[in-house]
């Protein structure tokens, strides 16, 4: 079982849906990072969050820490949205190495 | 402020041989990760270097090396390269190694024929 878990592995939604990923990890942790990898391999980190609730744009990520669960919303989707969905984890006690989840292919159609 | 850079962008080399690819991190970020990512996964955690020191490595063996130089630059070295080698390279600065935001490069692809 990886430390880091995310469901979907895949995603389609239609422009406007909204959308929802999710990340479980079943280690201590001391922050959760929601990242977005597009085509080609760039990553860019939208999220780092140790507790509650944090909001970008459209974006917004949820933590539940005794639940050990994570969660990326998108509101109102857009074709740019298209991208892979990373979850990762930095370990409590431990230099800075994250723990990546498989990452969730999200695909949003006109 | 710049960003994180790699070179080279793409590689291609044959099982035995020895490789380096580059990272530039941001300026003032004294932390740099690197990480492997084969095809369809999610990165791996190579090795960490904090201040030009190792401060944590992953599963990797020892043919993987690092450096990193007080410009912020810093090298991944890979000897006797494998076919299972070939992935694609990541490297990640932060200020400072904890909980800060990793800043991610464009990444090296490696292809070991």
């Known amino acids: 079982k990886n430390e880091v878990e995310q469901s979907p592995q895949n995603l389609t939604a239609q422009e406007g849906e909204f959308i929802t990923i999710n990340c479980s990890y079943s280690?201590?942790?001391?922050?959760l990072h929601w990242l977005q990898q597009h085509p080609g391999g760039g990553i860019v980190s939208l999220f780092m969050?140790?507790?509650g609730k944090k909001k970008h744009g459209r974006l917004i990520a949820t933590i539940n820490i005794q639940e050990k669960h994570s969660s990326l919303h998108i509101t109102a989707s857009h074709p740019r949205d298209s991208a892979v969905y990373i979850c990762?984890?930095?370990?409590?006690?431990?230099?800075?190495?994250?723990?990546f989840g498989t990452g969730t292919r999200l695909q949003v159609t006109l | 402020e710049t960003g994180v850079t790699q070179s080279p962008t793409h590689l291609i080399k044959t099982r035995g041989q020895q490789v380096t690819l580059r990272c530039s991190s941001q300026s003032g970020h004294n932390t740099v990760s690197w990480y492997q990512q084969a095809l369809g996964q999610g990165p791996q955690f190579i090795f960490q270097y904090y201040r030009e020191e190792e401060n944590g490595r992953g599963n990797f063996p020892p043919r993987f090396s690092g450096l990193q130089f007080p410009n912020y630059s810093s090298e991944l070295n890979v000897n006797a390269l494998e076919l299972d080698d070939s992935a694609l390279y990541l490297c990640?600065?932060?200020?400072?190694?904890?909980?800060?935001?990793?800043?991610f490069g464009p990444g090296t692809r490696l292809t070991v024929l």
């Open positions: 969050l140790s507790s």
């Open positions: 990762a984890a930095t370990g409590d006690g431990t230099a800075s190495k994250l723990t």
């Open positions: 990640a600065s932060s200020l400072s190694w904890g909980t800060d935001t990793q800043y």
């Open positions: 280690v201590g942790i001391s922050a």
